[in-house]
């Protein structure tokens, strides 16, 4: 408060000097009557002797308006001011509390005094704390964008929005006037533009692709994996080629800010453009550092899911060329869920099993139900294996019907795992190999009967052989008669091949050897008569022979031998307890004699 009375000049000072707030006492004329020591420090820059002189000229850079309120506390008013601003000789910006008011001796205002206190400090501090508060507001408030932003990408399912939404977002978290999103094309190196807002035809047809080498903005930007910032279009060298079309687009900053996944492939980039020199803030840049893995996170599931769609795609054509293979080729197929535990059967698989499609659901069960007995233990235990190691499943067995009939099945199928290791999923095939089997056991048998007839076949060669040559005069005889009798077998043999199914009677054995010495029309020189006497296939080559033999000699030295010779030849069968005979005769100028073969009472058709 002003003083009402001054006390005497040397117990003011006293009392002043010691005061431990900054006060000035001045008269009239505004010279200094006293002043503490904290004014001295504060505002008088260092000054110590100061009494009587000016106020003014001590401190000079008093403001007119402090000049003003002096006058008025000396007309006998008191004034107060609180975080008063002003400028010190220094340059040096201060802010001071003050209150003014007049001191009195005698009844007269003898001049004023003045209380001052340098709050510089508190209000800086003050300003640097609100400062700071607005920092963290509007970085809060930018951080809340930032996250909207993210959350808005993320729902979104659609790659060509979400590059939308990712371009607007880079706009507002820069404050930029537009913008576009490249994206990569790994196959030729290039970026191509996915998405722009603002841009120029012109702009957009030359920028249309980009390569990684050139010194673009963007072409640094994906080279480099860095973010490229670009305050001044103009000022920037290496963008010397592409500014006449950068400055005909209106942009004169630039921010290229690479897209690249987790590991560091590159995706795309992200820029913003400016109409004016700019540079973005470091916070700015951070955030948007934060959004590019936002945006290489969205664009990463964009390409996952575009893949787990064709895959998906592929498996699904896959399965339906697979599905109509199987039904053409009328294969058995099953599909287990192991991780649900369902089954699922084409009709076959029902059908194989003795099953009416539909008549059960499809489970482990019903399957192993079906496989016969003596195979269940083996073609369990098999599957168990093929699961167990990792390893296809292939096996062989019968399967009993309701109806008793038994088929066999070869089955093949895979197991399918997951990244743990635990089994997911089982797709197999099962064929009906029944006649499969049926045809490989007539063809042993076949083999067998072949073996049999090769080995009969081979001994009577070798009999014809040695009779041969027991009864030949010469070589040359020998090999004569020798061939003659093996054309003769070569007949019963080719005979014997073209009716395997069928018994071959006795009038088919001479006929077929009388045709072989050239007698065709056998109406003329020979007779034949006989029963259809059917013959064991083990007695045809050795009766064939006996004819062959006995007809050679009726053209060589009997009635075939002349122009006027006639033969006969006729055959019968007779019958006796448990074996019939077949009497086979001719007559003619030389008789043939007579030939006796046992004969089973009862012909059967079967080739065997």
Same mark, same amino acid.
């Given at each position: ?309 064709? =895959? ?13 293979? *199987? ?57 168990? =294996? ?46 009906? *190999? ?156 030389? =008789? ?8 089973? =009472? ?7």
């Amino acid at each position: 408060m002003p003083l009402q009375k001054l006390p005497d000049e040397p117990q003011l000072r006293a009392i002043i000097k010691q005061a431990p707030v900054a006060i000035a006492v001045f008269g009239r004329e505004m010279r200094y009557l006293a002043a503490s020591q904290l004014w001295l420090d504060n505002f008088c820059e260092g000054e110590r002797k100061v009494l009587g002189r000016s106020h003014y000229d001590v401190n000079p850079e008093i403001p007119q308006r402090w000049k003003d309120v002096h006058k008025r506390a000396l007309a006998g008013e008191t004034i107060r001011q609180d975080d008063d601003q002003f400028q010190s000789l220094d340059g040096r910006t201060r802010w001071v509390s003050w209150e003014v008011g007049p001191w009195h001796r005698d009844g007269e205002i003898g001049g004023i005094v003045i209380f001052a206190d340098d709050v510089t400090a508190r209000v800086e501090a003050e300003e640097a704390v609100r400062e700071s508060n607005a920092k963290l507001a509007a970085e809060t408030k930018a951080l809340a964008r930032l996250y909207e932003a993210g959350s808005r990408l993320w729902q979104t399912q659609d790659l060509h929005q979400g590059l939308d939404e990712m371009l607007a977002a880079t706009i507002e978290l820069l404050g930029a006037d537009m913008g576009s999103v490249q994206l990569w094309e790994a196959e030729r190196n290039v970026l191509l533009i996915a998405a722009q807002r603002g841009l120029r035809q012109e702009f957009l047809e030359f920028f249309r692709e980009v390569s990684v080498t050139d010194e673009s903005a963007a072409g640094r930007a994906m080279r480099t994996g860095e973010t490229v910032v670009i305050e001044d279009v103009e000022r920037d060298e290496p963008l010397a080629p592409f500014r006449p079309v950068i400055r005909a687009a209106g942009s004169r900053a630039i921010v290229s800010a690479p897209v690249l996944g987790h590991n560091g492939a590159r995706l795309g980039v992200l820029a913003a453009h400016f109409r004016s020199p700019h540079r973005p803030s470091d916070s700015e840049l951070q955030r948007l550092k934060l959004y590019q893995h936002q945006a290489a996170n969205f664009i990463e599931r964009c390409m996952n899911e575009k893949t787990l769609r064709e =895959s998906e795609e592929r498996f699904r054509e896959s399965e339906e060329r697979l599905r109509l293979a *199987v039904e053409a080729s009328r294969m058995a197929m099953w599909d287990w869920d192991m991780r649900t535990g369902k089954i699922t059967w084409n009709d076959e698989q029902y059908h194989m099993l003795g099953y009416r499609v539909g008549e059960v659901e499809p489970d482990y069960a019903a399957w192993a139900t079906r496989v016969h007995p003596d195979d269940r233990a083996a073609a369990e235990a098999e599957l168990a =294996s093929a699961l167990r190691e990792h390893k296809k499943y292939l096996n062989e067995y019968r399967i009993l019907r309701p109806d008793g009939s038994v088929q066999w099945s070869v089955a093949r199928g895979e197991f399918y795992y997951d990244d743990t290791g635990q089994p997911i999923r089982m797709l197999g095939l099962a064929e009906d *190999v029944t006649e499969t089997r049926q045809q490989a056991e007539r063809q042993r048998v076949l083999v067998a009967e072949l073996q049999h007839r090769t080995r009969n076949l081979m001994a009577v060669v070798q009999s014809v052989a040695h009779q041969t040559m027991e009864t030949a005069k010469s070589l040359e005889d020998f090999a004569n008669r020798f061939d003659r009798r093996l054309e003769a077998l070569s007949r019963v043999q080719n005979l014997l091949s073209r009716n395997d199914t069928q018994p071959i009677a006795v009038g088919a054995l001479v006929g077929m050897e009388l045709e072989a010495l050239g007698f065709a029309d056998l109406g003329k020189k020979v007779a034949i008569a006989g029963p259809e006497v059917p013959l064991r296939k083990s007695a045809v080559q050795i009766l064939s022979l006996a004819i062959h033999e006995l007809a050679t000699n009726a053209l060589k030295y009997g009635a075939l031998a002349n122009e006027d010779g006639r033969l006969s030849a006729t055959w019968g069968s007779k019958t006796r307890s448990r074996t019939g005979a077949c009497c086979l005769s001719g007559s003619s100028a030389a =008789s043939w004699g007579r030939c006796r073969l046992p004969m089973p =009472s009862v012909v059967a058709t079967d080739a065997h």
